[in-house]
């Protein structure tokens, strides 16, 4: 890489000092120009760019030239501009215009755990070793930006892409998504955080145009990606499919321009999804930097030469020209793509990444021992000295890495729960049953499991053979869940039901009837329906793991790993359980037609009217006991919360002290979360929030003490009249737990 970088900058000195410096420019003292020249700050390398660049390269510069790839400017030595998906793993290569794979061999990569359990994990420090090794990856296939993570809010447990994004909390991802993006760009590739903003479902995603007050979108939706941008310091954000107060989010005026570039001072550059941009004049005046994934009007979609018919592209030059356009909406853009390279391919002192690696595969595992979710057990976890051990389920042998839209990968090897199982448990005896038969499928944009899962007999057959090798195990350990298949946990299409698939509920509760000692494991990246729950003895909230899959879950079964995840959303019983309750809440009501790429769509209104009472804030609101609570989690020893200290006040800040103690005989980690509560308020707000988290790991009966700190943002809501955040004087309760519904500790202060 470093041998290409310099040939291109040496013959772009060549050229410029060859042919005199375009526009007369003078080369700084060393002679090496300017925007060469790395001892000069970026600023001054992006204008003497810009001001060497032609209208023509300013232009061919914001948008692609293939499906995942922008030109450069071959005359200076500016290089082309690649990315790549996605939020858990470096997506194999595909064909210069087309979808299909480009058959590499060198591409199988390191499979993250799912963003959903990364924030299970409650633990920044997982965060930043997660963008660090995916960054990693990403650098060692020349990859300049990654196209994750995703941000979006859990507003519905149906939501396909739940899987992808960090839970229900804004405060829990806003803290979680930082360190991932630092960690990535440390390693000279920019996080692309996405869906920006409001893309919480996946039915209609294209069409759907969202009515949220603003109390709700600053206070619920946009605090993530505000995170992201002002203390995570991304360096690109992509424009999400949907509609939000009538404009295409992937050039819209109020969430690009007026939030995330004046109010947020993003100087980084908005990149459109793939696909989501529909009109040049908008995209020009509304805040999109680079189209990427445009089938364009009057072309075949995907032909070859569309590129230069891309919204940003010849209409857009044209326009220029004619000066429907001014040039200075133009420089703005160019310039944020000339940083994106100055802190990408530009800088020769990036690091080089590593691919596949077995630290990259240990940190999968660590990642995923963290976030597995311990949420019921009996006396059964973890299994010590088992002789009979029969495994039941599909998700026990299928692999999930394959699958789910545009964060499937290509993996150098996936171990399942089935094989971890059986290697870590290597002197019982382990059987398998299938038990029901899910989605026997194994292919994804051209990448195939290798797996045979056809199966012959019936379900019938599948659930008597399960039950009668139950009857004859010592312990049995059911694993199912979701998948990566269509309406399950997928890109494109929403969950059509609560309740888990292939009627999974029938075969839990025939183990249940005859095997003492189950467990059961759901993995998936959404609640799911527990109707069982209470007839279970263990149950254990599993993730889309990655590469280390099956390691992780034996790891935590073992009780080689205690686990300490905490739920990043809230189980409920029934989907009545959650806020959504009319078609204008979801999936949104027919509205006006609007012009969509060639076609005209129908566009589907959908209005947010529960507001910010979303996950654990409606449970409180409407008094709902849920399954089991948002934070929730077990371990296999047990903590003591000691009484919380404070020391501070609101302006200046407020730090908590509060003594956690393990007095079990094993180590262990507890979170301790922290909750406001503002009962008196001009408006009305949940009974309380997550304003901080401190997770702590402990010996057997080692205390330590976590400090917690808050200032007055904590005490704040979202004011839109004012605009503005407002913390109003009078008192507040700190709730210190170690669930949103396990409180345990109350320090009233005022302010
Ligand atoms: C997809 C997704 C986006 C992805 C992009 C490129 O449609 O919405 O998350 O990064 O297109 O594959």
Not at 214 to 232: H, M, N, S, W
Not at 484 to 492: F, I, L, P, R, T
């Amino acid at each position: 890489m470093k041998t290409h970088l310099v040939c291109c900058i040496l013959s772009a000195v060549a050229v410029v000092t060859a042919c005199g410096n375009q526009n007369g420019k003078q080369a700084a003292g060393n002679g090496m120009p300017v925007f060469l020249d790395d001892s000069k700050t970026m600023d001054e390398r992006v204008e003497d760019a810009l001001s060497r660049m032609t209208l023509e390269e300013k232009v061919t510069v914001l948008h692609a030239q293939s499906k995942f790839s922008s030109a450069g400017v071959p005359r200076l030595g500016l290089p082309e501009v690649w990315m790549s998906d996605g939020p858990h793993g470096i997506r194999p290569e595909v064909l210069w215009d087309k979808w299909e794979q480009a058959g590499w061999t060198s591409d199988s990569c390191t499979a993250f755990p799912a963003l959903t359990a990364l924030s299970a994990t409650w633990n920044p420090e997982m965060s930043r070793l997660y963008g660090k090794s995916i960054g990693e990856e990403a650098r060692y296939r020349k990859k300049d930006v990654l196209l994750g993570p995703g941000v979006n809010i859990n507003r519905t447990p149906l939501n396909g892409r739940s899987f992808e994004y960090f839970g229900e909390d804004p405060y829990l991802t806003s803290r979680m998504v930082v360190p991932y993006v630092q960690g990535v760009q440390g390693n000279g590739v920019a996080a692309c955080v996405k869906h920006f903003a409001l893309n919480n479902q996946e039915t209609n995603r294209f069409t759907t145009d969202v009515n949220v007050d603003d109390r709700t979108l600053y206070e619920i939706y946009l605090p993530a990606f505000k995170a992201a941008v002002q203390e995570g310091g991304a360096w690109a954000i992509m424009g999400s499919y949907n509609l939000y107060k009538g404009q295409w989010n992937c050039h819209n005026q109020y969430l690009l321009n007026d939030i995330l570039k004046k109010e947020w001072g993003f100087d980084g550059v908005v990149v459109s999804d793939w696909g989501g941009t529909h009109d040049t004049k908008e995209a020009v005046e509304n805040g999109l930097d680079m189209e990427f994934g445009t089938w364009t009007d009057g072309l075949k979609s995907m032909a070859s030469n569309s590129y230069d018919s891309y919204y940003l592209a010849n209409p857009y030059l044209e326009g220029l020209k004619s000066g429907k356009y001014d040039m200075q909406t133009l420089d703005d853009k160019v310039r944020r793509v000339l940083r994106l390279m100055y802190r990408t391919n530009m800088d020769k002192n990036r690091p080089y990444g590593s691919f596949a690696s077995p630290e990259h595969a240990a940190a999968a595992r660590k990642i995923g021992d963290e976030a597995i979710v311990l949420l019921k057990n009996e006396g059964v976890l973890p299994i010590k000295d088992a002789k009979k051990i029969l495994v039941v389920g599909e998700n026990a042998i299928k692999m999930m890495t394959v699958g789910g839209g545009s964060s499937s990968l290509k993996v150098k090897k996936e171990y399942s729960p089935l094989e971890g199982i059986k290697e870590r448990f290597k002197d019982a005896d382990v059987e398998y049953e299938r038990g029901y038969i899910g989605d026997v499928g194994g292919e994804y944009n051209g990448v195939s499991t290798g797996q045979d899962l056809s199966e012959s007999r019936f379900a019938e057959q599948l659930l008597k053979d399960a039950v009668t090798a139950a009857k004859n195990a010592e312990y049995v350990i059911f694993i199912g869940g979701l998948n990566k298949s269509d309406h399950q946990d997928a890109e494109g299409a929403d969950r059509l039901s609560y309740s888990l698939p292939y009627s999974q509920d029938t075969v839990i509760e025939a183990l249940a009837s005859v095997a003492p000692k189950l467990v059961v494991v759901n993995i998936s990246g959404n609640a799911v329906a527990m109707p069982w729950a209470d007839m279970v003895p263990a149950i254990i909230q599993d993730w889309y793991l990655g590469s280390e899959a099956g390691h992780s879950l034996a790891d935590v079964l073992s009780g080689d790993v205690n686990p300490s995840g905490k739920l990043p959303f809230t189980i409920g019983a029934t989907l009545d359980d959650y806020p959504i309750k009319t078609a204008e809440q979801y999936p949104g009501v027919p509205g006006e037609e609007k012009r969509l790429g060639t076609n005209m769509a129908t566009i589907m209104n959908e209005t947010y009217s529960e507001g910010i009472f979303v996950g654990y804030r409606w449970f409180d609101k409407e008094k709902i006991t849920p399954v089991f609570p948002f934070g929730h989690g077990l371990s296999y020893t047990t903590f003591e919360i000691g009484e919380p200290s404070m020391v501070g006040s609101a302006e200046r800040g407020i730090t908590f002290k509060v003594s956690v103690k393990n007095t079990g005989s094993v180590a262990g980690a507890e979170t301790v979360e922290l909750y406001i509560s503002d009962a008196e308020c001009s408006v009305e707000r949940p009974e309380k929030e997550l304003k901080g988290f401190a997770k702590v790991f402990l010996e057997p009966g080692e205390t330590k003490v976590a400090e917690i700190t808050i200032d007055k943002s904590a005490l704040s809501f979202f004011d839109a009249g004012k605009h503005a955040w407002v913390a109003e004087k009078g008192d507040f309760q700190a709730l210190f737990g170690t669930s949103s519904r396990d409180i345990c500790r109350t320090v009233k202060f005022t302010y």
